[in-house]
């Protein structure tokens, strides 16, 4: 794993990953946004290391076992863009290496170890699951779909490409709450073998807005969310 906290912070543009020198080793590890402390967000930055230093071994071990062609060697980063809401993702960056991306906001945000390293495992999830592929390939059958509709409807050029993009939308969505939830239950397992605990982990959905279960909602409810940790650790 390469682990660029605290000494480098990495922001993200699209694949992209530029390295940000924020000063030597004993200075601050990160900069506190307006309204928090330093102290606070040194410890914060604090607990990230430790953290992912603990998850990152055990998600790498669970890749190689699932998807043993998959390229396993997580990079796991803060994205540091300004005036952004808590947030965390998995992507890829050009050579296919998988990154999991936490953006300062939620790393400030969660109130224990626990809450992050289920994000964590959760993250790595999604790339040992290949979702990223799948939604993909949910796109593109979108896409096809409803572009062929238009065309077969006569619609003009124009309105092809614009229902080949609307299309596209509905199929990312399709599967999408499944693929969190699949992603829950494979990240509660990897929170588990790294020590921490998931159930009390996924307490943070108790302190966000529920999404429902909206129609082509891109997330489950919170409670399904809870439910499907607590069975996968009553399983487990």
């Given at each position: 794993m390469r682990l660029l906290l605290p000494t480098l912070l990495l922001l993200l543009a699209a694949c992209e990953i530029a390295p940000v020198t924020t000063g030597p080793r004993e200075g601050p590890a990160i900069t506190a946004p307006q309204g928090v402390s330093q102290d606070r967000a040194e410890r914060a930055a604090l607990q990230f290391v430790q953290v992912a230093e603990t998850i990152e071994p055990v998600a790498e071990a669970q890749c190689r076992r699932l998807a043993p062609r998959a390229n396993c060697d997580y990079l796991i980063v803060v994205d540091d863009r300004p005036n952004q809401a808590p947030n965390?993702?998995?992507?890829?960056?050009?050579?296919?290496?998988?990154?999991?991306?936490?953006?300062?906001?939620?790393?400030?945000?969660?109130?224990?170890?626990?809450?992050?390293?289920?994000?964590?495992?959760?993250?790595?999830?999604?790339?040992?699951?290949?979702?990223?592929?799948?939604?993909?390939?949910?796109?593109?059958?979108?896409?096809?779909?409803f572009s062929g509709i238009a065309a077969m409807s006569g619609a003009d050029e124009a309105s092809v490409r614009s229902a080949e993009r609307f299309g596209a939308s509905v199929g990312a969505r399709t599967y999408s709450k499944d693929y969190e939830l699949e992603a829950d239950q494979l990240g509660t397992i990897i929170t588990l073998r790294s020590g921490y605990d998931p159930i009390r982990g996924a307490e943070f959905f108790m302190h966000i807005p529920d999404p429902g279960n909206r129609f082509l909602g891109s997330h489950p409810p919170n409670g399904a969310r809870i439910e499907v940790v607590r069975r996968t650790v009553a399983g487990y």
């Amino acid at each position: 794993m390469r682990l660029l906290l605290p000494t480098l912070l990495l922001l993200l543009a699209a694949c992209e990953i530029a390295p940000v020198t924020t000063g030597p080793r004993e200075g601050p590890a990160i900069t506190a946004p307006q309204g928090v402390s330093q102290d606070r967000a040194e410890r914060a930055a604090l607990q990230f290391v430790q953290v992912a230093e603990t998850i990152e071994p055990v998600a790498e071990a669970q890749c190689r076992r699932l998807a043993p062609r998959a390229n396993c060697d997580y990079l796991i980063v803060v994205d540091d863009r300004p005036n952004q809401a808590p947030n965390a993702f998995q992507t890829l960056d050009r050579s296919g290496r998988p990154i999991v991306a936490f953006n300062l906001p939620l790393i400030l945000s969660v109130e224990n170890a626990d809450e992050l390293a289920f994000f964590m495992g959760h993250e790595a999830s999604h790339h040992i699951l290949g979702h990223l592929d799948r939604i993909q390939e949910d796109a593109a059958v979108g896409a096809i779909i409803f572009s062929g509709i238009a065309a077969m409807s006569g619609a003009d050029e124009a309105s092809v490409r614009s229902a080949e993009r609307f299309g596209a939308s509905v199929g990312a969505r399709t599967y999408s709450k499944d693929y969190e939830l699949e992603a829950d239950q494979l990240g509660t397992i990897i929170t588990l073998r790294s020590g921490y605990d998931p159930i009390r982990g996924a307490e943070f959905f108790m302190h966000i807005p529920d999404p429902g279960n909206r129609f082509l909602g891109s997330h489950p409810p919170n409670g399904a969310r809870i439910e499907v940790v607590r069975r996968t650790v009553a399983g487990y």
